[in-house]
């Protein structure tokens, strides 16, 4: 049985100068390609938070107006 520890050398070599490269490249080109996409969880958490924010606008607005009610010089005292 005659070992060629050549061969064994430049298995390993070729994987890394070769096959690993490829595969990190094919990888994140997949991973940036997926991520460009909204889920359909995340199209639903951004509806719910739109529609958070909305709600709370109206509620600084309503805070304001009472504000400006009750003590008109409130906006001068920050």
Do not use: C, G
């Amino acid at each position: 049985m005659n070992i060629d520890y050549d061969m064994l050398l430049a298995l390993p070599f070729i994987f890394m100068v070769v096959v690993t490269p490829l595969w990190l490249i094919l990888h994140y080109a997949y991973k940036a390609r997926a991520s460009k996409a909204l889920s359909a969880a995340d199209e639903e958490t951004l509806a719910e938070l739109w529609k958070l924010s909305e709600k709370l606008e109206r509620r600084v607005e309503a805070l304001e107006t009472i504000l400006d009610r009750e003590a008109p010089d409130w906006r001068s005292r920050q």
